[in-house]
C-alpha cells in the first residue's frame, strides 16, 4: 500500500487514477490543479489544503454522460479549502457536471452554455459564486435535496445569472 501526495497538476483525461494506497491532495502551500476530462479517481484521497491554492477544473468531453464529480472534491467535513476554483467548462448539450457528492469548495465558476447539476447534493461555498449561464444552462438545483450553502466567514460574491428551470 503506499501513499501519494499531489501538489502541483493534475490531470485526468482517461481511465482512473486508483489503488489502496491514499492520496493526499494539496501539500499546505502550492497550487494545485486538477483537471478532470473522461478520467476519474478511485482510491482513498486525503486533503491538506489549508494554506494552499486548489483549482478544478471541469473540461468539455463528448457524448451526454456529463462528469460525475468525486473524490478530486473535498467532502462537506472538510473546512480548510479557502483559496482557489471549481471551474465547470463542460457543455450543458454534453452532460455539463454533476455534482456526485457533498463537497465544499472555495470559489464555483460556471462558464456559458454549460452546466452544473446539484444532484441532490449539498455544495459548500466558502468564497464566490458565479453563474454565467442563461436559460437551461448554469446552475440546476431541481432535486427537493439540492442545496447551496454560503459558508464563508466575511463578505461572500453571488453572481446568479439565470437559474436553470
Known amino acids: 500500500m503506499q501513499a501519494l501526495l499531489w501538489q502541483n ?9 486508483g489503488g489502496t494506497g491514499t492520496l493526499t491532495l494539496g501539500d499546505g502551500v502550492s497550487t494545485l490543479t ?5 478520467g476519474s479517481l478511485n482510491i482513498p484521497t486525503a486533503y491538506n489544503l489549508a494554506g494552499a491554492t ?11 454522460s456529463g462528469i ?4 478530486e472534491l473535498p467532502p462537506l467535513t472538510y473546512p480548510d479549502y479557502q483559496a482557489g476554483t471549481v471551474t465547470i467548462n463542460n457543455a450543458t448539450a454534453n452532460g455539463g457536471v454533476i455534482l456526485g457528492i457533498n463537497s465544499n469548495i472555495n470559489s464555483l465558476t460556471i462558464n456559458a ?7 441532490g447534493k449539498t455544495l459548500g461555498i466558502f468564497g464566490a459564486y458565479t453563474n454565467s449561464g442563461t436559460a437551461g444552462n448554469g446552475l440546476k438545483a431541481d ?20 437559474l436553470n428551470e
Do not use: E, H, M, W
Open 9 to 17: 497538476i493534475l490531470n485526468l483525461t482517461t481511465g482512473q487514477l
Open 34 to 38: 486538477t483537471t478532470r476530462t473522461f
Open 54 to 64: 486548489y483549482n478544478v477544473n471541469y473540461n468539455a468531453i463528448t457524448g451526454t
Open 68 to 71: 460525475t464529480t468525486g473524490t
Open 113 to 119: 452554455s454549460t452546466l452544473l447539476d446539484i444532484n
Open 143 to 162: 432535486a427537493a435535496t439540492s442545496t447551496l450553502s454560503f459558508i464563508g466567514t466575511g463578505t461572500q460574491t453571488f453572481a446568479p445569472g439565470i
